[in-house]
């Protein structure tokens, strides 16, 4: 039999990226996300031939069942995420994580793909209930109709639009003007100019009065377990880390598709940091130190 014929062949190959992106903006992590895909695709081939034959959309089929591990696996996560130790925070990628998608369904056009990839995004999707989050990511992000959303999520169309428009609130509630890319590019640099010169003066005037500092090692490697709040405090923080880091290098790197700072040692990635630009100011940074968490940026 002439394999190229197998529906569900046809399905990986043109359904896996989307499916993958979908999972990561979901759970925020890019090895649960690639988990996720692998147990869609081994439930699509748990089904007879005959049953895979009588599904008009194999797409359709399988978002619907990542969708349903997602939320899943959402449930279970604020438990896990209760005993971890030290702060959360979503996997960084070295890239952006653009995927096709259906056509619009609203003529709002209210987030982009690009926009929901970056770190200040997927911390604020984290405060979202499960059921918020997946209904939000699929209308407002995937352009998915409310009843296809009802499909995965269990309610009706009436209750996943009070979920995603609760979800929108909340969303546009935190999020800031972010500054155009070149801009973020050139204070990033300014930033690690005053990190490899120890200014603590200058890096003091990079940042927002408010300005929060989140470090992720997941028990596995030092991190600080708590937040530094205030520009003081996290000028003071960085410097000493800045001290302890000595010898390292810190290159500028894409960080979920914006301007962002990797730290190296021995050419091998051990932090990577994640900015939101307000303006002309740093406004939250973001470090993860978690090597889990960095593999796909030391392709192991």
Not at 67 to 95: K, N, Q, T
Not at 133 to 142: E, M, N, P
Not at 230 to 245: F, K, L, N
Request: net charge negative; proline share 6%; with cysteine.
């Amino acid at each position: 039999m002439n394999e190229t014929l197998d529906p569900g062949l046809s399905a990986i190959v043109s359904e896996r990226r989307q499916l993958i992106g979908l999972a990561y903006r979901l759970i925020g992590s890019l090895s649960e996300a690639e988990d996720v895909v692998q147990e869609t695709y081994t439930r699509w081939y748990a089904l007879s031939p005959a049953q895979r034959e009588a599904i008009d959309s194999p797409g359709a089929w399988l978002t619907t069942v990542a969708g349903r591990i997602c939320l899943d696996l959402l449930g279970s996560a604020r438990a896990r995420r209760e005993r971890y130790v030290g702060e959360w925070i979503p996997e960084p990628l070295p890239f952006a994580w653009t995927t096709g998608r259906p056509p619009a369904v609203d003529p709002a056009d209210r987030i982009t793909l690009d926009e929901s990839i970056t770190m200040a995004f997927l911390v604020v999707l984290e405060s979202l209930t499960p059921a918020e989050r997946v209904a939000f990511v699929l209308h407002d992000v995937f352009r998915y109709a409310f009843a296809e959303v009802a499909e995965i999520v269990g309610r009706t169309p009436a209750a996943c639009r009070q979920l995603a428009s609760s979800a929108r609130r909340r969303i546009r509630e935190a999020q800031a003007s972010p500054a155009p890319i070149a801009r973020q590019a050139d204070i990033v640099k300014e930033f690690k100019k005053a990190w490899e010169a120890k200014d603590i003066e200058t890096l003091i005037g990079l940042l927002d009065p408010n300005v929060k500092a989140v470090g992720d090692g997941g028990g596995l490697v030092s991190a600080a377990l708590h937040p530094f709040e205030g520009r003081d405090q996290v000028a003071t923080y960085i410097m000493e880390v800045a001290r302890r880091a000595s010898g390292l290098e810190l290159v500028e790197r894409t960080v979920n598709g914006q301007p962002g700072l990797v730290l190296l040692q021995a050419e091998l990635t051990v932090a990577v940091f994640a900015f939101q630009i307000d303006g002309d100011r740093i406004r939250h940074i973001w470090g993860v130190r978690n090597p889990e968490k960095l593999r796909s940026w030391t392709g192991e």
